[in-house]
């Protein structure tokens, strides 16, 4: 568990407010009348008519099911019906496995797809699209940059979120106050940390994933446990300015919370209680009334009970034996229990009114359509930012560059020393061809290496882009200009020394063009792998697809069986023509022969001239219709295609989400 430290829990104390004091203030300034929400007349509305700018969130009959193979299809919700609206705090609740998370992800419109959505949910009366930004939304994962700072994190984020209009200072400020907000101004210089690597503990990167998302302050907020990993005073704290945010700056937003084991100061924080068991709604309506449904039913909380934790023990069917037995003695089973529950509440008047409401607020008619762009920061800050962000990750991580570069290095002395001074006898043809070969195929596979570092990546710029913090296109600059400068290093560095230790061509041209070639070849390994990324995203089958790929360009790069000798269907055309390895391969080549004469002296004395063209042409079968620069500008050229293939990919998948 992770505990709060004294200093985090002073901003109330700071102001002179006590606990109990900070919660009557909460309710009454953001709980209006409408905090007895369960009646459907109009008036209740009548504030939030005037607040066109709020988000008002309906779902009706809303039912989900998931492909269970042959085995039919399984139901996760059942006919939901209910309502989110400015100003209000609605928590979803539930036993492990109800469909909380589901049912935040159907409304936030982000479900799997292999799933299947019936029913209607309509955002201010109208069917329309959450647009990347219109939302945020924690995840119940938290996904952070590991090797940032809790106020690098944060601070980055404030630069990509906020708009320009804001200055540098503001955005800082808003991001210390946030901070602060969530009681993580002690932790604030600590890396966030990840596997292998201890940092902030999980309640706090649990906070800083909230830090994260309501910087902006968007009209509507989904959570999913937002306290999970909070001890109760942290849970409290965390949830009351949640709460606190729902009328903030005269703006009321819509926020919407899955939580699984509220205190009772956490419960009274709630307006409105969706309390679900196996997808059903076994109750919907004003969470102060939900005691009063439980007693009326036959299921009283008994004194000093946390109600909470009563309305769970009741509905929770995963341990029955234990609840049997919890039940005071009652003779009925939890099944029993829910199924008396969900008939006791489609019975009720609560229910009834409940798609009166709903519809009440769809008739609405001055309701707008929703933003559709929130104001970010421009594109160029977004790069610039990010680009940052990026450069800085790859720096501290460990496994991104520096373990690539330590094993180039040995690698290279390993080449410099097989291959060392191999002169330039007629004999050095093949271990220059042989040395080339190596250095252009197994050290660039090896960038293959860095696809781990670069899934958590991917896994951050995903979450980010959905809760729409940036564009793909500053995402995939950013990531190509960061990391330019470490594949550079591992480039030249190791390349210098494989190069110059056996004594390859002399000359400064020919250094530049093979450790260009080298670093063409890397980044190109690298924009594969972003393409893998962004279809297997998961380390081992990317890792096993990838070298696939490779392996495969390598088999045909005109090496290990000549270009002539390549059966033409699929492997000759197209394959070869699109391995990288090819171009690789005849640059390099062209790069050390083109121009050379090499001597060889017969058995009996005679002397044999073989010209660098004749090894190329006749040798090697290269295509000596173009240059070795017209090689390297094809390696280029790839590197722009594959990256634009990527943020092509990433678009069209935003395109086919849900
Ligand atoms: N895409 C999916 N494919 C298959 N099953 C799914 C999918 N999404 C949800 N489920 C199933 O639906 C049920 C509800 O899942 P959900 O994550 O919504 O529960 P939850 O109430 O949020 O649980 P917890 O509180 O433990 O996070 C689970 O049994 C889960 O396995």
């Given at each position: 568990?992770?505990?709060l ?7 109330l ?6 606990t109990?004091?900070?919660m009557?203030?909460?309710k009454?300034?953001?709980v209006?009348?409408k ?7 109009m008036k209740?509305f009548g504030?939030d ?6 988000v008002?969130l ?12 042959k085995?039919?299809?399984?139901s ?13 705090l ?15 992800d159907a409304l ?40 940032l700072?809790v ?14 209009s804001m ?20 932790a ?17 990167k649990r906070?800083?994933s ?20 909070l ?7 965390v949830?009351?300015?949640i ?10 937003r819509?926020?919407v ?5 509220p ?15 196996s ?20 299921f009283?909380?008994p ?19 234990d ?8 003779a ?6 829910i ?6 509440y489609?019975?009720?008047d609560?229910?009834?009114?409940v798609?009166?409401q ?27 930012v ?5 450069f800085v990750?790859m720096?501290r ?6 373990l ?12 410099g020393?097989v ?24 050290l660039t596979f090896m ?17 980010e882009?959905?809760?729409?913090h940036?564009?793909t ?7 190509t ?15 210098a020394?494989?190069y110059?230790?056996?004594g ?7 250094f ?14 690298e924009?594969?792998?972003m393409?893998?990324?962004s279809?297997?995203?998961n380390?081992?089958m ?5 070298a ?13 069986r000549?270009p002539n ?27 050390e022969?083109?121009?050379?004469i090499f ?7 005679g002397?044999h ?9 006749d040798t ?16 280029l ?14 678009k ?7």
């Amino acid at each position: 568990m992770d505990s709060l430290p004294h200093s985090a829990l002073q901003p109330l104390t700071d102001h002179g407010i006590n606990t109990t004091l900070e919660m009557e203030t909460i309710k009454k300034t953001t709980v209006p009348n409408k905090r007895e929400g369960g009646g459907s007349n109009m008036k209740e509305f009548g504030t939030d008519q005037q607040d066109d700018d709020g988000v008002f969130l309906t779902w009706k009959d809303l039912s989900v099911t998931v492909s269970n193979g042959k085995r039919g299809t399984k139901s996760i919700l059942q006919d939901l019906t209910g309502y989110a609206r400015p100003g209000e705090l609605l928590a979803i609740m539930g036993p492990s496995g109800c469909g909380k998370s589901t049912l935040l992800d159907a409304l936030a419109g982000r479900l799997d797809s292999n799933t299947r959505q019936t029913g209607e949910i309509l955002i201010n009366g109208r069917k329309q699209v959450l647009a990347y930004g219109t939302s945020a939304y924690v995840t119940q994962d938290d996904t952070l940059m590991t090797t940032l700072t809790v106020r690098e994190a944060v601070y980055y984020s404030a630069q990509l979120q906020l708009p320009d209009s804001m200055s540098k200072s503001e955005k800082k400020e808003r991001a210390d106050m946030t901070i602060r907000e969530m009681g993580l101004q002690d932790a604030t210089d600590t890396r966030i940390g990840g596997w292998g690597v201890k940092g902030i503990s999980g309640g706090q990167k649990r906070r800083v994933s909230i830090c994260i998302e309501i910087l902006t302050r968007t009209k509507l907020l989904f959570l999913d446990e937002p306290t999970s990993g909070l001890d109760s005073a942290a849970s409290f704290y965390v949830m009351s300015r949640i709460a606190r945010l729902g009328r903030r700056d005269g703006i009321e937003r819509t926020i919407v919370a899955s939580i699984h084991q509220p205190s009772t100061e956490v419960f009274q924080l709630f307006h409105n209680l969706c309390l679900l068991s196996s997808g059903r709604a076994v109750y919907f309506g004003p969470a102060s009334a939900a005691n009063q449904f439980f007693a009326l039913s036959g299921f009283p909380c008994p004194t000093l009970q946390n109600p909470s934790d009563h309305f769970l023990k009741t509905i929770n069917k995963d341990f029955e034996k234990d609840i049997e037995e919890g039940l005071a003695g009652s003779a009925i089973s939890t099944e029993e229990a829910i199924e008396i529950l969900v008939e006791s509440y489609k019975s009720s008047d609560r229910f009834q009114q409940v798609p009166k409401q709903v519809a009440e607020i769809c008739k609405l008619q001055d309701h707008k359509e929703l933003e559709t762009k929130r104001s970010h920061a421009s594109f160029l800050t977004q790069c610039h930012v990010l680009t940052r962000r990026s450069f800085v990750n790859m720096y501290r991580d460990l496994g991104y560059y520096w373990l690539r570069l330590a094993i180039y290095i040995a690698l290279a002395i390993g080449l410099g020393t097989v291959f060392f001074n191999i002169g330039h006898s007629y004999g050095s043809i093949q271990a220059r061809v042989s040395l080339i070969i190596f250095i252009a195929s197994f050290l660039t596979f090896m960038a293959i290496g860095g696809f781990p570092s670069f899934v958590e990546d991917m896994k951050i710029f995903e979450k980010e882009r959905l809760n729409g913090h940036y564009s793909t296109g500053a995402f995939v600059i950013s990531n190509t200009l960061s990391a330019v400068p470490y594949l550079l290093l591992v480039s030249v560095i190791p390349g210098a020394i494989a190069y110059f230790l056996p004594g390859l061509r002399n000359g400064q041209e020919y250094f530049v063009y093979f450790v260009s070639s080298l670093f063409a070849c890397m980044m190109l390994v690298e924009s594969q792998m972003m393409i893998v990324a962004s279809i297997v995203p998961n380390y081992l089958m990317g890792i096993i697809a990838g070298a696939g790929i490779q392996g495969l360009m390598l088999l045909v790069g005109g090496f290990f069986r000549l270009p002539n000798d390549l059966p033409e269907p699929l492997w000759k055309y197209p394959l070869y023509e699109v391995a990288f390895h090819k171009y690789a391969y005849q640059g390099m080549f062209k790069n050390e022969f083109e121009g050379t004469i090499f001597h060889s002296t017969n058995r009996d004395g005679g002397q044999h001239i073989i010209t660098g063209e004749e090894i190329l042409r006749d040798t090697w079968q290269a295509e000596m219709g173009y240059s070795k620069w017209g090689d390297l500008a094809v390696l280029l050229g790839m590197i722009a295609f594959y990256r634009l293939l990527f943020l092509l990919i990433v678009k069209l998948t935003e395109k086919v989400r849900p």
